[in-house]
């Protein structure tokens, strides 16, 4: 699955929170990419999670997360 990026994608990275494991109550944009990178082994959840997930995977891997600081400064 590639992930779509777009502004308000981007701009829900920063305020959209894992609703459950590990790190619940985390903004997505916080995780950390060992968590990342075992969904896109084990596979990502459905719907917005899932492609949320997928895209600051893609992100975190390919050094991008910086990007983010902007919008979290809104």
Do not use: C
Request: aromatic share 8%; glycine share 10%; hydrophobic share 40%.
């Amino acid at each position: 699955m590639k992930p779509e990026m777009d502004g308000a994608a981007l701009e829900l990275l920063v305020t959209r929170v894992m609703p459950y494991g590990k790190y619940q109550g985390r903004v997505i944009a916080d995780l950390p990419g060992n968590y990342l990178n075992w969904f896109a082994r084990e596979g990502f959840p459905p719907g917005e999670l899932g492609r949320l997930l997928a895209l600051m995977h893609e992100l975190d891997h390919n050094g991008l997360a910086p990007l983010l600081e902007p919008l979290r400064r809104r």
